[in-house]
């Protein structure tokens, strides 16, 4: 990646269970430089289709180098190992190849939790938390996690599927789950808290950053969250997963 303030623009995409997001970032400061564009994820989430996808929005995005692509899905070396909230035929792919091909620059694929982790730690609410356990969760379709050690992401940690009371905590906290079962902001804290202290009992956490879209709401949840450890809000809300996969794609760049 250049020094320039062009060479530092990086095209990133944000796959979820609901929408695609994609935006232009300068990876030096963590600011979205263009609109985010967003579009419902195709039904089912179906590879060819969200290639597809990809492929246009990157058209209305014009940039070049390295393009960062945050996903819902375990992702080692460029393959998806898991799809909870995504077509099941992601497994086993190499989606990280599969773009570099459609688009012909190379890609940085990471899971989306540890995208926003990247973003909240670097420049966001855990930028001065280097020290300790820190624990990012994003709570939107499903519920992301992204842990950090001293600074250091241990990735792809999938705390979502922890069984919390005889259900994946997903299926009990996440944000679509409080908009599908119409619970008020008190029961659905409630789920949350529950999720929090299993996620605490295991791991002990200096400090939780809770992001994802729901945040925008923090003034109604924020005061209902407990927990042993410290809890604060993201500072990027639905905008972290693209800016940790610009970063992820700069720091590919300038290896
Ligand atoms: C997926 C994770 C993802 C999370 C948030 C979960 O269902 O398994 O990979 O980080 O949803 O999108």
């Known amino acids: 990646m250049g020094s320039t303030a062009q060479g530092s623009i990086v095209l990133a995409f944000d796959v979820g269970g609901s929408y695609v997001k994609a935006g232009l970032v300068d990876s030096r400061t963590g600011m979205v430089v263009s609109e985010v564009a967003r579009h419902p994820t195709p039904p089912g989430g179906k590879p060819e289709a969200v290639l597809d996808l990809l492929v246009d929005m990157a058209r209305d995005l014009p940039t070049e180098g390295p393009i960062g692509l945050a996903f819902p899905v375990v992702a080692k070396s460029g393959v998806a190992c898991t799809a909870a909230n995504i077509d099941k035929r992601w497994i086993g792919m190499n989606v990280q190849a599969h773009l570099q091909a459609r688009l012909q620059r190379p890609v940085a694929f990471l899971n989306d939790a540890d995208a926003a982790g990247v973003a909240e730690m670097t420049l966001g609410a855990g930028r001065d938390r280097q020290q300790g356990t820190v624990m990012v969760l994003t709570l939107g379709t499903g519920i992301g996690s992204a842990l950090f050690v001293d600074g250091r992401l241990f990735p ?54 809770i992001g994802g879209g729901v945040t925008e709401n923090w003034s109604h949840f924020g005061s209902l969250l407990v927990s042993r450890a410290e809890i604060v809000p993201a500072a990027f809300g639905n905008d972290a997963g693209i800016i940790g996969a610009a970063m992820a794609a700069a720091a590919l760049a300038s290896r």
């Open 156 to 209: 792809n940690t999938e705390l979502g599927h922890l069984e919390v009371g005889g259900e994946e905590a997903e299926h009990r906290a996440s944000a679509k789950v409080r908009a599908d079962r119409n619970l008020d902001w008190v029961e659905w804290s409630a789920e949350v808290n529950a999720v929090l202290a299993a996620y605490h009992a295991l791991l002990w956490p200096d400090l939780f950053i």
